[in-house]
């Protein structure tokens, strides 16, 4: 089968999609749903479809299909689907037959075509489950009875639970009394006559024996396990015999997913089946009972009177009567079906008949009534193909054998005449209540869309002879060679183009970073060379500001009608004046070099009487004078140094000093680190400019570190400090 898609869609039902998608018939319908969601939207009071949550959407989606439904819009658009998918179909079978030349007809291309498509949507939207309520009065094929039995007895709950006690305690998923369950299940396999396809598989044994040894000690009781269990595991294992290995115990995930849907099943039967003996569950097999013998009066009074005479001797005061007829018949459909319903036909009916009655069961799970209503049909359907041996019978226990062993010989063909005949409009009726199918039917007497036809009416490919087909097949297969190579060298050249490209682009990378290590350097030289000379114009600034300081003291003594100042002492001055001459020379600035300014000259002051308090005029003046350039030589300082004290410079050059010798060291440590030594002068050049820079950065990488380091320790001992 082709198949396309993430999905594992069929091609088939992609182009039949993409057709529909295409279709004017399509828009229409999405275009009045669209306003039909609106319409909901402004009734709700809601602004935007977005704001709903995932279930309200779904609701509101329901709503204004079901208001479409019937509609001009709607029929045009399923006519659209139906007529497409006829076609999409009939072309992938064409296909098949002219490539291919495969062994089955074209009907069986159809039917398995159809099983891959509805296989693949049920996986994707496990919620489409009841579409298949379409296929009511049909036998599943394996695989689609497989997804279908496992959606509609799904409880993720009661496999999880399993797993996680095979995971922490196995023992406890074993019943007390698994060799005797392993017998009976053996003992089942081997005599059974509807179980010999079941017989002698290793899987099939082990498989039927785990979920039954689980199911009992699930019970936590120390009864036994009822017989009738081990024959209602026997069509979960029918059903997973292709999973199945015929040498070895199955896998766990195989039991697994036997386990979850035994378990479910068994949760969900009607009480007259489970039949347990209590009241309750006999009041509901005495109503059960009741419902068949009026299905039977009703349709077939012949098997009714068959049954009546067999179990009469007993009861001859009371069958003179009408009422005496019904309990008769009654009593005989009570010993007769009971049996029958606790076992759910199995080992009643071949194994295709027995699937055929659980597939049409189980699909009508989620449908109030159906099962009920189901299993009555049967059981008539039983008793009436089955009139005219029963006459044969000569007492109840004759009759309940020749039941036995003539309805394993029915088959699923007369069961579907029967339903057909008196019962299948009422059951589907009764199962499509809620929902309608949305894909065409398999009875073409409830399909509302148009028949397919493409599939008879079709050409049939022409006859081709073996050696056309051998030629075409070789023509096929090379053109996929061709093709296949034709992408392999495409490919081989665009990782070529690629690895071509990256190499352009790395030399690019290593020219412009050499470019921008080049400027790096350019801009570095260019500093040093302002630093120096910065530093050289501060030491002409403060050679300057010393010269110009020695001049005006020269002046001030000048004035003074004095002699320059001598470094022993000098005559009682102001205190203005020997403030002034106290101040040391203020600090270069931090770039200035390490060239310390001319030491001034410190004037002792000699203790002398304090002087009268009249001054000359003179004395003032030059009192005056002195004061002022006192003034000028302090702003000449902070002018040239930055600062008013020369103890900052000191430690600025100091900490600079310092701040230099650790950069050399960590310059050193981390050569060492990254090349392993101490880099001699002109070796770091040798290196190519990958090399060159990768190491830089590394080492660049490694100085910020211990930079950070030391600053982070830094800042906690001040913080602890303060």
Sequence with gaps: MATGGPQGYPKWLLNCKQGINDSKDWNVFVRELHDAIQQQLTESHVQYFSDLSEAEKELFMQRATKALEGGTSYNNMMKKVSVVMDQSLNEEVSRQLLEESPMDTKSDLIIESAEEGTL??????????????????????????????????SDTK?????????????????????????????????????FADLKGSVGNFYGMKAVLSYHHSSQKTQNRLRDVDHLLVVPFVEVARSS?????????????????????????RPGFVEDSGSELHNEEVRAFIDKVATMLTAKYPESVKNIVEKFSPSKEKIVATEAGNQAVLREGLMAICRPMLRSLFVSYLNPNTLLYVWDNYIIGLDTPGFTT??????????????????????????????????????????????????????????????SKAAIPVLDPTQAQHPPWRHWYNDVIPP????????????????????????????????????????????EEYLKLSALDRQRVEMERIKL????????????????????????????????KNQKPPTPAYSPAPSVSSYISRQLLAPPPSRVSSHVRPPPQTVVAVKKVRTPTPVQTPVEQKNKIVADFLNRVLFGINKVAHAEDQFVEKEELDKATEGYLVQNVKDIKQAQKEIF?????????????????????????????KWREDRRAKELARNKDAF
């Design 120 to 153: 693949s949507l049920l996986k994707k939207w496990p919620d489409m489950k009841e579409k298949l309520q379409v296929c009511l009065n049909q036998p599943l094929p394996t695989q689609l009875r497989q997804v279908a039995w496992r959606l509609y007895l």
């Design 676 to 704: 392993g030594k101490h880099l001699k002068p002109g070796e770091f050049d040798k290196l190519s400019a990958k090399d060159q820079q990768d190491k830089s950065e590394a080492m660049i990488r490694l100085m910020q």
């Design 244 to 268: 199945m290995p015929k040498k070895e115990p199955p896998a766990g995930r195989v039991v697994a997913l036997l386990v979850e849907e035994f378990e479910t099943f068994m949760k969900q």
């Design 158 to 194: 009661v496999r999880k639970k399993y797993i996680d006690l095979l995971n922490t305690n196995p023992r406890a998923a074993i019943s007390q009394y698994d060799y005797e369950i392993s017998q009976k299940c053996d003992q089942l396999l081997n005599s059974e006559p509807t």
């Design 528 to 559: 040093e060379e302002q630093i120096q000379e910065e530093r050289r114009r501060r030491v002409e600034a403060e050679r300057h500001a010393s010269d110009e300081i020695e001049r005006l003291r020269l002046e001030v003594a000048a004035l």
């Design 373 to 434: 209503e189901w299993l009555a049909i049967v059981l008539v359907t039983i008793l009436a193909l089955t009139k005219d041996k029963i006459k044969e019978a000569t007492s109840p226990a004759s009759l309940e054998k020749i039941l036995k062993t003539e309805s394993c010989r029915l088959t699923v063909p007369q069961f579907q005449y029967e339903v057909k005949q008196h019962y299948y409009k009422d059951l589907f009726s009764m199962i499509t209540r809620d």
């Design 463 to 506: 006859f081709t002879k073996p050696q056309d087909r051998r030629k075409a097949r070789e023509e096929r297969e090379a053109e996929r060679e061709r093709l296949a190579q034709q992408q392999k060298d495409a490919e081989t050249a665009r990782r070529e183009q690629e690895a071509r490209d990256r190499r352009d682009e790395e």
